[in-house]
C-alpha cells in the first residue's frame, strides 16, 4: 500500500511538471488590434528620404526605411542600423562598413553596398542632406556586403550624420526606374497608400528579416485641428492623438479610456528671420526683434505655462551648450534703442510673421503687441502646415519672420551647420537646407568646420561656446522655448518609443486585444 502511494505521488508530481512545460508552449500568443491610427498636426510632404526634414516625414521614413546606423535614443550612444559592424582606420577617415548577406528591400529587390554609395551620392544633390555628406571623398564598393568610405578629415560626428533618417538607404535600380522608387525601402513597414492631406498608411514587411512588427497595418491621419483631433481619440476614430491643445489635457487625464503621454521636449521653438530681407538685413532691427520678444508670456498663452525660456542657439541637452550665454533679454526700452541705432525711425518698419497652429498664433498676438510698443507693425498670417513649409523650403525664400521649430537634436555638428551654415557654390554661399534665417557667413562656417574636427573634448566644448557667442552677435534668429511634447493614447497602448525631438519611434506601437 505504501509503495502504490508512493508511485502514484511520484506519477502526480511529473504529470505537473509536465504541465507547466507544455502549457506555455500551447498557451496562445498574444493578439493586437489590426490597424492602429495615429492622428496627426502635420501632414507627410513627401516619401522621398532626401526630400524633406519635416518630423512627419523623419516618422514615416523610420518605417519605412533603414540608415546604416542608428542612434540609442536612450543613451545617445550609435548602435547597428542596417550595418551590423565597422571599423575605422588609425586616422579616423576610413570607416568600412559590413551590412548582412540576402538584405532586400520590401519589393524584394537585393540591397547591397553599391545601394549605399547610389544613396550617398544622390544626397549631394540635395540641399537638404548635402551638408550631411560633404566630407565623403571617396567610397570604395568591395563586395556586396562591405564598403568602405573615406572622409576628407576627422570628425567626432560623422556617424551622427549618416544615423539622420533623411540618409535612409535607398535602391538605386527602384529609385532611377521608377517614379516613386525611393518610397521603397527595406524597414518593417512598406508604403500601402497615401492620399495627401488626408492620410498615409503603412503595411507590415513580413519578410524584414529581423523583429516582426505587432501591428499589422499603421496610418497617419491628419487631423490639422487640435480639438479636432482629441473628439476622434475620444470617439475612437484614432488610437494616438498628437500634440493636443495644452488647455485639453485634463479631459484626456479625466478620461478611463485614455492615457496621457508626456516627454521632455528638447524641441526649440523659436522665430527665423530672414537675414535678407530689407531691414531684416540690419543687425539692430534684428536685436530690437529680440529684445521685444516676451518668452515668459509667449509660454503662457502658447503652452499653458508649461514650458522653459530658451536663450540659446543649439538644442537643450546638446554638447557644447553655453550655459552662460548672454541674454537679449525682454526690455522695450533697449528694443528701442537698437531700432534708433538701425537708422530706422518708428512707424517706418512693416514686417510679417507666418506660422501654422493656435499656439503659435497666441505666441504671434504677444510679439505683435511689444512690437506696436516699439515702433514696428507686425502683420500675422496662419498658414497650413504644407503651405508654410513650401515658402520656408522655397529658392524664392518670400517671408520675413516665420515662428518655427528646431527638432534635430542629435548632433552639435548638424544643428549649427544646417541652421546657420552655408556652402560655396560657384564662388557664391548658398544656405543649407535648414537654414531658415538664410545666414551666409563665412567666418561662422570657419568655426563650425574647425569644431568638428576638434579631437580634444574640452577644447571643442569652447569652440561651441565660441559659436554661439558668435551667434548671439550676429542674432539672426530669435530663440524663445523648450516645452512638453503632450500626446494622448488609448488605454494599454504599447510600443511607441516616445522621443524628446517629437520624431516619434512606432515601428512596436501596439493595442492588446487580450
Known sequence: MHHRNTGFTKLLCIALLLSLIVAPVFASAPSYQDTITIGVANDVTTLDPQGSNT???????????????????????????????????????VFTFTIPEGVTFTDGTPLTASDIKYTYERADQSSFTKSKVSLITAMDVIDDTHIAITIEKPSQEFLVLLAHKSMSILSETLTETQEFGYQIGSGMFAVERWVPGDYVSFVRNDDYRGEKAPTRR????????????????????????????????????????????????????????????????????????????????????????????????INRGQFGLHKDIPVYEFDLEKAKQELALSGYKPGQLS????????????????????????????????????????????AALDYELCLYQWTDADGTDFTVRNMYGSYERDGVLVKNGSNRG??????????????????????????????????????????????????????????????????????????PLN
Not at 65 to 92: C, F, M, R
Not at 232 to 258: F, H, M, N, R
Not at 354 to 377: P, R, S
Request: charged share 20%; proline share 4%; aromatic share 6%.
Open 218 to 313: 499603421v496610418v497617419f491621419r491628419l487631423i490639422k485641428e487640435e480639438s479636432s483631433r482629441l473628439i476622434a481619440l475620444q470617439t475612437g476614430e484614432i488610437d494616438v492623438c498628437v500634440d493636443p491643445l495644452s488647455t485639453d489635457l485634463e479631459y484626456i487625464k479625466g478620461d478611463p479610456k485614455l492615457e496621457l503621454v508626456t516627454v521632455p521636449n528638447v524641441v526649440m521653438l523659436y522665430i527665423a528671420v530672414n537675414n535678407e530681407k530689407p531691414g531684416l538685413n540690419n543687425v539692430h532691427v534684428r536685436r530690437a526683434l529680440a529684445h521685444a520678444t516676451d518668452k515668459e508670456s509667449m509660454i503662457l498663452v502658447g503652452y499653458n505655462g508649461v514650458g522653459t525660456p530658451h536663450n540659446n542657439f
Open 55 to 93: 518630423d512627419a516625414n523623419m516618422m514615416a521614413f523610420l518605417l519605412t526605411h533603414e540608415t546604416i546606423v542608428d542612434i540609442d535614443p536612450d543613451t545617445g550612444e550609435i548602435v547597428p542600423g542596417l550595418a551590423t559592424s565597422w571599423t575605422v582606420s588609425d586616422d579616423g577617415c
Open 351 to 394: 514686417l510679417e510673421v507666418i506660422y501654422n497652429d493656435t499656439a503659435k498664433e497666441n505666441m504671434a498676438l504677444i510679439l505683435q503687441h511689444n512690437l506696436a510698443q516699439v515702433g514696428i507693425t507686425l502683420n500675422l498670417k496662419k498658414m497650413e502646415t504644407a503651405a508654410l513649409k513650401a515658402v520656408l523650403n522655397d
Open 438 to 511: 538664410n545666414v551666409k557667413d563665412a567666418t561662422l562656417n570657419a568655426m563650425i568646420d574647425a569644431a568638428l574636427v576638434e579631437l580634444d573634448p574640452q577644447v571643442r566644448e569652447k569652440m561651441y561656446h565660441e559659436i554661439e557667442e558668435y551667434l548671439y552677435e550676429l542674432s539672426p534668429i530669435v530663440p524663445i522655448a523648450t516645452s512638453m511634447i503632450n500626446v494622448g493614447v488609448k488605454k494599454g497602448l504599447t510600443g511607441v518609443k516616445w522621443i524628446g525631438t517629437a520624431k516619434h519611434d512606432y515601428r512596436h506601437i501596439a493595442l
